[in-house]
């Protein structure tokens, strides 16, 4: 299953956006990591929102570029690490 035939084109943008927001929260102290998935999914829904209007897709498209982010962020970390 591709989880990005499931995103819509306008959508997409909003991944690398999650991305940069994600590094520059890893960087804050003040936010524990185990926050920041929950502050990318809020941001996530806003960006969606913002760009396809409030309805219950751009929400389910919200949650769909955050995975996939937060997916790809950790399958860089794990190939990254030396076993």
Not at 64 to 70: E, F, H, I, P, S
Not at 74 to 79: A, G, H, T
């Amino acid at each position: 299953m591709d989880v990005l035939s499931y995103i819509i084109n306008r959508a997409l943008v909003l991944i690398p956006v999650l991305n940069i927001i994600g590094m520059i929260l890893k960087t804050l102290e003040k936010i524990p990591d185990k926050f920041i998935p929950l502050i990318l999914l809020a941001a996530g829904i806003l960006g969606s929102i913002a760009l396809m209007g409030v309805s219950a897709d751009s929400v389910i498209q919200g949650v769909l570029v955050t995975g996939a982010a937060v997916y790809g962020n950790q399958v860089v970390k794990q190939l990254k690490k030396d076993n």
